[in-house]
């Protein structure tokens, strides 16, 4: 059963980089679209993005200036990058798998709370 | 983006109860409709994916229907285990969004 594991500092300053990895594990990561996700109590459950193994991407549009995912099969893991942050990207980030671009997050990490904080 | 509405935010249920929860989407999206169940500190769970096929593993008490903008989750016969936050989600286009959430607590 794959296995999905964020990774990265949990505190952030603002106008920073917000930068995360995920570890997948007990599967390759070729062959599905990987996502990320975060929740907040502001903003609710928000998709970010998704990379397919192959390194084509998809964004969320009201993120798409900020954000940046990418892969590195060799590792299976892949990471997101969110440039310029303020305290309204404070939240846990979730990393995902789905098996086509409906979406259907049937595999989740466990999540890793990131503060924006000074 | 596709709005996603759900109702209500909560409800207070007792062991054995039915519980219906409402989603609706500010756009058709026809069946393109998925339900997740998220417990505290957990990462969300699907259940219900195609808006009324059941995801593998998944207890039958819970279904899901509708089809265009209307949905619905019922779960029969609520179990302990069943007081959650859940949530529906649309994968017709792109951003895929999420609704704001059910809480079914405890009476």
């Known amino acids: 059963q794959v296995q999905l594991q964020e990774s990265g500092p949990g505190l952030v300053k603002p106008s920073e980089t917000l930068s995360l990895t995920c570890t997948v594990s007990?599967?390759?990561?070729?062959?599905?679209?990987w996502s990320w996700i975060r929740q907040s109590p502001g903003r609710g459950l928000e998709w970010i993005g998704y990379i397919f193994y192959s390194g084509s991407t998809n964004y969320n549009p009201s993120l798409r200036s900020r954000v940046t995912v990418s892969v590195e099969t060799s590792k299976n893991q892949f990471s997101l990058n969110l440039t310029s942050v303020t305290t309204a990207d404070t939240a846990v980030y979730y990393c995902?798998?789905?098996?086509?671009?409906?979406?259907?997050?049937?595999?989740w990490g466990q999540g890793i709370l990131v503060t924006v904080s000074s | 983006d596709i709005q996603m509405t759900q109702s209500p935010s909560s409800v207070s249920a007792s062991v054995g109860d039915r519980v219906t929860i409402t989603c609706r989407a500010s756009q058709g999206i026809s069946s393109w409709l998925a339900w997740y169940q998220q417990k505290p500190g957990k990462a969300p769970n699907l259940l219900i994916y195609?808006?009324?096929s059941l995801q593998s593993g998944v207890p039958s008490r819970f279904s899901g229907s509708g089809s265009g903008t209307a949905f619905t989750l019922t779960i029969i016969s609520l179990q302990p285990e069943d007081f959650a936050t859940y949530y529906c989600q649309q994968g017709k286009s792109f951003p895929s969004t999420f609704g704001g959430g059910t809480k079914v607590e405890i009476k």
């Open positions: 007990g599967g390759s990561i070729s062959g599905y679209y």
């Open positions: 995902a798998r789905s098996h086509s671009t409906t979406l259907l997050f049937v595999s």
């Open positions: 195609s808006a009324s």
